[in-house]
């Protein structure tokens, strides 16, 4: 079976092409995954990030990349057609700020994937506490990584907008997770926090919960949010 972030990563491709946009910002563009999935296939691509570094990659392979953050995008109203944030939300610190600055510079609007669980499954439930407990540990040691934002969580910013429409899928392909890279991870995280009796008693919890009720590879959701004309 392919990589289920292929699968997501192709329906995300096609969903953002889907509106035949002439130019593309991707914020909090990384390595260029999501970049690459779309070259050629539009006028101008650019992709803004953080790490200087990460964009000295992506400038010499040949893309359009820019230093910044999403709460303030170096682009004017309406400068691309479509802003895309491709497993980025749960890194934002403010998301609020990121959408809003994202909806002014797209004329056409704003095209969303990320990590998402199904909370009513309890294989997907053991998952998403190993996320949260992963992610407690990155935030000790100086890294904004939050839990990941739901439906609603992610359209907040725009809720109660008469001029905006949205549309969006949660997607769950189904296979278990890898237990031996489950632990593997596991240890390897407990030791940046010098074994942590806390954290590591919490693991303890989430194993025992696994071995219970199975331990699922994380969906994802692809979210569209339009601007009316
Ligand atoms: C999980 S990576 C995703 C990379 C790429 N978009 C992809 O699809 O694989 C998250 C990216 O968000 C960037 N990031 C973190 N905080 C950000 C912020 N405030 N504004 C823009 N990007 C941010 C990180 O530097 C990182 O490159």
Redesign the pocket.
Known sequence: MADIFDNY?DEFRARVLGGRPRSIL??????????KTVQGEVGRLA?????GE?VDALRAEGFEAVQ????RLPFADGEFDVV?????P?????WNA?LSEAMRVARNGVEI?DVWYDDTVADQRTAHEFDRWLKAIDRRTGM?HFDTLSPAELLAPVIGRRDVTYDYVCRRIGSSQNMDETLEVARTYLSKVDNDAELSRAFDQIITAAHRDGMTDEGCIQMTIEKGS
């Open positions: 990563r991707e914020v909090g563009s990384g390595d260029g995954a999501f970049l992709g803004l990030e953080p790490s990460a910044g953050s999403a709460e895309v944030f491709s497993f980025t749960h890194h934002i610190g403010d990121a994937l904004v």
